[in-house]
């Protein structure tokens, strides 16, 4: 079966200190990765997506990066948080086709909850 | 890009009532259309379903109903419980390379 990890669960990090957050997918191969964003009470806003090693996209301009350097591994960072960094981070997969989002469930991780002070 | 509208924002019904959820989407090209429960402080998780070639699709006491020509979908939830309390995403997919959008949530508290 398949499972999805994330870590930290809990994060406080002062303002201008960098982030590193990690997620791993286990029992699958070549899975579409997520990540999104959530605001206290808000939606889901997506931050980046990958279909393959090296490959991503990103959604929304800010101070924030992804990387994929292994299938199964896909990683959130930034060099200085900001205030308005704060909030619960879910890494998602969802079963690709050839690199390509074939209609599938996406799989949430449990999350991470960020408090930039 | 795929752009999704959903209503209510929030919803509060009495135990045993039904709740009824409704979303659009913009990009004709989508073809799933999953729905997630997110309950308090934990992931989101899909409870159903319905892909373009359906028009509709029920499971227990949730079905959800597809209008691909007014580009809209909704959830219908009956016999609500309290357990049915959380937010609830819709979310529309176009496939191939295209990203899974997602509904701005709707809250559901349901009164025992």
């Known amino acids: 079966s398949q499972t999805i990890h994330q870590w930290p669960a809990t994060l406080v990090q002062p303002v201008g200190s960098p982030l590193s957050l990690e997620c791993t997918v286990e029992?699958?191969?070549?899975?579409?990765l997520y990540w999104y964003r959530q605001a206290a009470g808000r939606g889901l806003q997506l931050l980046f997506y990958?279909?393959?090693?090296?490959?991503i996209s990103s959604e929304v301009p800010q101070n924030l990066s992804a990387s994929r350097p292994q299938d199964r591994q896909f990683i959130l960072s930034s060099k200085k948080l900001l205030l308005s960094d704060s909030g619960f981070y879910l890494c998602a997969w969802s079963r690709g086709l050839a690199g390509a989002s074939s209609y599938n469930e996406q799989f949430f991780g449990p999350g991470t909850r960020l408090t930039v002070l | 890009g795929e752009n999704v509208e959903q209503h209510p924002s929030t919803l509060s019904v009495q135990e045993g009532d039904s709740a009824v959820i409704k979303c659009t989407y913009s990009?004709?090209?989508?073809?799933?259309f999953p729905w997630y429960k997110q309950e308090l402080g934990k992931r989101p998780q899909l409870i159903i379903d319905i892909r373009s070639n359906v028009g509709e699709k029920k499971d227990q006491r949730i079905a959800v109903t597809l209008n691909k020509t007014a580009k809209h979908f909704s959830l219908h939830i009956t016999e609500t419980q309290p357990e049915d309390s959380a937010v609830y995403f819709c979310?529309?997919?176009?496939?191939?390379?295209?990203?899974?959008?997602f509904g701005t949530g709707t809250k559901l508290q349901v009164i025992p």
């Open positions: 029992g699958t191969s070549n899975p579409n």
């Open positions: 979310a529309a997919d176009p496939g191939g390379y295209q990203k899974v959008t």
């Open positions: 990958s279909v393959g090693i090296g490959q």
């Open positions: 990009d004709s090209a989508s073809n799933y």
